[in-house]
């Protein structure tokens, strides 16, 4: 399946990016079919070839969630912007505050079973 996506370029800390067709299970910085504009997120300056994106969008392209985003606010396609969230990390639990707390409990158990049995024993 052919996608719409952004390819890296520019320098370390100042990136730019191209906006190019390309199969999706490729990686984005291998080979692609068309590049179809250019993105300068600093300056927030695109450059579109709008007749050549919606070519593709046509015949069955989809575009990523971040192009598909600026693709609408430069109003080349129509639509509700895609929220793109990043899933949160979960955290692991502590496996030594755990530990500590059934060798706290052992101990307990141990100082009061033999008061216990003492009991039973006044009471027979």
């Known amino acids: ?8 370029t520019g ?12 199969e999706k299970a490729k990686a984005p910085n291998h080979r692609h079919v068309e590049v179809l504009g250019s993105y300068d997120p600093h300056s927030k300056v695109a450059v579109l070839k709008k007749d ?3 070519h593709w969008l046509g015949l069955g392209a989809q575009a990523s ?3 598909h985003n600026l693709l609408v606010k430069q109003s080349v396609v129509e639509g509700k912007k895609t929220a793109i969230k990043m899933a ?17 409990a052992k101990a307990e158990a141990v100082a009061a079973e033999p008061v216990a049995e003492k009991e ?3 009471a027979a």
């Open 65 to 67: 969630d971040s192009v």
């Open 11 to 22: 320098k370390k800390n100042r990136a730019s990016f191209r906006i190019v067709l390309q």
């Open 1 to 8: 399946m052919l996608t719409i996506r952004f390819n890296r």
């Open 120 to 122: 039973v024993e006044v």
């Open 52 to 54: 050549r994106i919606l």
């Open 88 to 104: 949160r990390p979960v955290k692991k639990e502590e496996p030594a505050v755990e530990e500590a707390a059934p060798a706290e």
